[in-house]
């Protein structure tokens, strides 16, 4: 973690708990499933038309990922202040609604014939 973001935090007027939420929460521990959602959502929304369109999918997502056990772990943790253990596992515990994106149809190319 960077000293700025460790000083910017580190103040004191700052509650202890939020300041053990920062520190905890940026980049500790795998959180998987939701870093595979997220890298997901980015790579297939970049084509869209306006932002809004990653709306709908973006609230369902962070619906499904707040009440999963990663959530209750990191949550858990902060309370217990030590280092969370995210238990989900993409292999099975993506939402239900992934993957959202409909097949694209493929047509493979007609081999060229040899001269």
Known sequence: MSQELVH??????????VRVVVLTGSGRGPRRVSVALTRQMFWRMLGAEHPMAAHPLDSRAIAARGVSADAHEGVTAVLEKRPARFPDLVAADLPEFFPWWPDRPFTPPRPRGRR
Do not use: H, I, L, W
């Open 8 to 17: 910017a935090f580190d103040r004191s007027d700052a509650d202890d708990d």
